[in-house]
């Protein structure tokens, strides 16, 4: 079992280069399927999800072949049965997203129910509303979701919620469906905005993408593109917040900063100087860290993915901090973690009231999740003391190389491996 070890008490100093975006490439690798051709993209970040992706793809038939450290060649001329197994589906969310481009290809596609972060229940009810509207049954038999259309037919969707998912999985489908599809109350990130791109780039008529209404006029055929993915707002968001923890001067190099205002404001509310460049960001701290108040939205709000961070850094505030979540029902799980090093908190519900608390200090903590594991090594990173952090595969599933990139920034982190058996002994 392996876990990170993290010596607390460093000051971030230095630079740091952003990856491409996990979300948006994890809708871009499935999409690729459009293609019936060969697609280059560029700006791959190297995480675990990005790896069963193409594992996905290659038990598919396609062809996936690495042009360099973050380029990457895919040719999905043959795909023989558009099926994603259990056994790959099961490692993360974005699995589904062959769930709209496998149907907008062959009109037909089984998708096992799909893995990925544990808030509570995930539901799927408004993918599986795009994907009937447009012509298709869908069934749920044996832990598989099963979609199949005579042929897809543009229609007009009112999603009931905003949701990243239902919006980049009716998309997939829609691209090749028949007439005219309008998708209302979309949702609006960052990228959504890459994936609608990249399909424009492959013959696409779609409008809109980044606004509440997405049109969609369907085409007969895409081709293969050349693509590069935008950078990872959350990664950047991320060590914006460690260097902010820390009291660290830290430029954050290949960002967006558009993607970031809403992270960027709140930062500074909390006592950060942000400088912003074209494609950089510098953030500093000499002074104390306040408290702030944050109520997490779809974007352009305070993402729900920068909550468990932020809410980390928050703990060594000045005053007390109110954070609500808007988005999960079951997203402050890993705040017990962060008892055990001292903090301050309570949860009710969907609101969390952090108290600020002069020091943390290191303990035995556990990744619950992604977000939440960069937040148990902010934490570890401000606590005094040693930080042990279990579960850490959560962690690798979606930052490229975070302890290496911290460590460069002045972090302390080991990764060390701990022999099962005596991980079996201790229990
Ligand atoms: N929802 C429904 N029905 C649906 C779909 C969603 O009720 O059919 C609800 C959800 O229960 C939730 C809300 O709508 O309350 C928003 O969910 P959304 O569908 O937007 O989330 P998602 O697509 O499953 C993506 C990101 C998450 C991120 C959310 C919100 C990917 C692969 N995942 O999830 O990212 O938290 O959007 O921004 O893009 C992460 O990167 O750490 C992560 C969890």
Redesign the pocket.
Known sequence: MERFVVEGGAVLRGEVTISGA??AV??IIPATVLAKDRCVIENIPNISDVTVLFKILREMGATVRLLGKTTVEIDTTNIREPVVPHELAKYL??SYYFLGSLLGRCNRASVAMPG??NFG???????IKGFEALGAQVSIDYGMINAQAEELIGAHIYFD??????TINVMLAAVKAKGVTILENV?K?P?IVDLANFLNSMGADIRGAGTDVIKIHGVDVLRGTTYSIIPDQ?EAGTYMVAAAATGGDVLIKNVIPKHLEAITEKLSKAGAQVTEYDDSIRFTRTGPLEKVNIKTM?HPGF???MQPQIATMLCKANGTSIITEG???NRFKYVDELRRMGASIQVDGKVAVIEGVECLTGAPVRAL???AGAAMLIAGLMAEGTTVIEDIHHIER?YEDLTGKLNHLGANIKKVTVPEEQVAKAL
């Open positions: 996990k979300n994890v809708a969310r974005a990925g972060c229940v995930r539901p799927i009810d408004q993918h919620v905003v949701s990243v998912g239902a949702a990130e990228h959350i779809p993402p729900t993915d988005v999960w029902d999740d992604l977000r979606g």
